[in-house]
């Protein structure tokens, strides 16, 4: 049973627009629809949703959750580290992401989020030794996280930087000579913040699995 979509109502704040993907069939053609809560035509038409006490569980299966990297940052990770909308928990649960197999991760994501075939969002508190400026411990009980890349920056809608994004690749088997996987996750940490949130930054960060 899917909540009311009213209760999808809290995703459009601090964001600029947020997309359901539905998927339709009908007499063997695929339809995809792109629902924009801020899309003037659109909003109309989710409003009127909301007037008739549409339920989620009216919406056809194959609806996804395709956050851009700004709203991941700006809305979902800043309010987790406020520690406002504590129903955020129900979108991206809070988990010890290096204790657990990347395999095991995408049954742990959240309840409105089991839809996702190709991605998954996760909070993860950041290692003491981390927080301290030290490396983390990557590893699981088969393998372990390696960066790739240089980390990059999340830009918001007018071009400031909001927060730092690094690149994972999962190796099975023991570093330097494990062997590499598909399992990848994007790891984002918030850089801009609100003056109340100003000393919890070291505390959590967002991880993207795919």
């Known amino acids: 049973m899917f909540p009311p979509i009213t209760d999808f109502a809290f995703f459009s704040h601090f964001t600029r627009q947020i997309h359901l993907l539905l998927f339709f069939h009908r007499q063997s053609v695929s339809l995809c629809v792109y629902i924009s809560i801020h899309s003037s035509g ?4 989710y409003q009127n949703t909301r007037t008739t006490s549409a ?5 056809p299966l194959g609806y996804r959750f395709y956050p851009t990297e700004e709203e991941l940052v700006s809305f979902y990770l800043h309010n987790k580290l406020e520690g406002t909308r504590q129903e955020l928990q129900r979108v991206i649960p809070e988990i010890s992401i290096y204790d657990i197999e990347p395999g095991d991760l995408p049954q742990l994501s959240g309840e ?3 839809g996702n075939t190709e991605q998954w969002f996760f909070f993860t508190p950041r290692q003491a030794r ?8 990557r590893t699981t009980a088969t393998g372990y996280w390696k960066a790739t890349g240089s980390p990059g920056y999340v830009y918001s809608s007018d071009n400031r930087v909001i927060g730092l994004k690094k690149t ?4 099975i088997g023991k570093a330097p000579t494990g062997r590499k996987t598909k399992w990848k996750m994007n790891e984002y940490r918030a850089i801009e913040v609100h003056e109340s949130s100003r000393n919890a930054t070291s505390k959590v960060c967002m991880f993207m699995i795919f």
Not at 55 to 59: A, K, P
Not at 130 to 137: M, Q, S, Y
């Open 130 to 137: 981390e927080a301290r400026g030290g490396r983390p411990n």
């Open 112 to 114: 409105l989020c089991r």
């Open 168 to 171: 994972m690749v999962f190796y």
């Open 55 to 59: 339920r989620m569980e009216e919406l």
């Open 42 to 45: 659109k909003q109309k038409e």
